[in-house]
């Protein structure tokens, strides 16, 4: 099984700058290096939307809403992924989860929130 905990969100005004954590932990955490793994995020009344990807050999790409604002990086010997988030913006402000790409359902944790308010 594989636990993920999300951390770091927070109340940030437009123009603002967030980093968030991902802790990949239990019995199949030694697997993370070879896992691809992405940031997501769901804001109210809407679809869990997908933002940024990392592979596991660290080629990144991301959804075209943050690019150029977000860096998604990982850390293979702390089981971390990281999402630096720079310019925020109102829009921005969901719950932010992380998980493989493609997605494990069974994976999801509770997510962080990040409120961006003027």
């Known amino acids: 099984q594989v636990q993920l905990v999300e951390s770091g969100g927070g109340l940030v005004q437009p123009g603002g700058s967030l980093r968030l954590s991902c802790a990949v932990s239990?019995?199949?955490?030694?697997?993370?290096?070879?896992?691809?793994m992405g940031w997501y995020r769901q804001a109210v009344g809407n679809q869990r939307e997908w933002l940024a990807r990392?592979?596991?050999?660290?080629?990144?790409d991301y959804d075209d809403s943050v690019k150029g604002r977000f860096t998604i990086s990982r850390d293979n010997a702390e089981n971390t992924v990281y999402l630096q988030m720079n310019s925020l913006k109102p829009e921005d402000t969901a719950v932010y989860y992380c998980?493989?790409?493609?997605?494990?359902?069974?994976?999801w944790g509770q997510g962080t929130q990040v409120t961006v308010y003027s």
């Open positions: 998980n493989l790409v493609p997605p494990n359902n069974q994976y």
């Open positions: 239990g019995n199949m955490a030694n697997m993370f290096r070879f896992w691809a």
């Open positions: 990392i592979t596991a050999d660290g080629n990144t």
